[in-house]
């Protein structure tokens, strides 16, 4: 395995994912993929939903960066924006991924049920094989 996969939200689900990948595939090189989802912040005074999404991105990103250096690991982390899934599957397909690695749910409430099941999306799409960590 070269190429590991783990789409992060911020989620304890993800958090566990990330977890997973780097025990399971030591020799790989992880990327920790946040998609930001700027319909999900509203402006404020200061900045827009864009910048608040884009810095939401960062937080979650830098998670994950102190999740692996805590295991001894490294990770490349990439912030796009859109929608989760499609995100996703466009990252596997251009960026030789071998494996998805990520959680059975993220973020909960009213942003999942507009948003969908991004775990089903990705499983049931990529070209690669998706492993499911609950």
């Known amino acids: 395995m070269d190429r590991v996969l783990v789409p ?6 993800a958090e566990r994912a990330l977890e997973e990948a780097l ?4 020799d790989a090189e992880i990327v920790a993929l ?9 402006a404020d005074r200061e900045r827009t939903p864009y910048e608040l999404a884009r810095a939401e991105g960062e937080r979650v990103l830098e ?5 692996a250096a805590e295991r ?3 990770l490349e982390t990439v ?3 859109g929608n989760a899934g499609r995100e996703i599957l466009e990252f596997v397909r251009e960026n030789n991924v071998d494996r ?3 959680g059975s749910t993220g973020r909960s409430g009213v ?8 775990a089903e999306t990705v499983t049931r799409r990529s070209p690669v094989s998706v492993t499911i960590v609950r």
């Open 8 to 13: 992060v939200d911020g989620s304890s689900q």
């Open 23 to 26: 025990e399971l595939f030591p």
């Open 34 to 42: 946040h998609v930001a989802q700027v319909t999900s912040f509203p």
């Open 63 to 67: 998670d994950a960066t102190e999740i």
């Open 72 to 74: 001894g690991r490294t």
């Open 79 to 81: 912030l796009t924006e």
């Open 100 to 102: 998805v690695v990520m």
């Open 111 to 118: 942003p999942r049920l507009l948003l969908g099941s991004v």
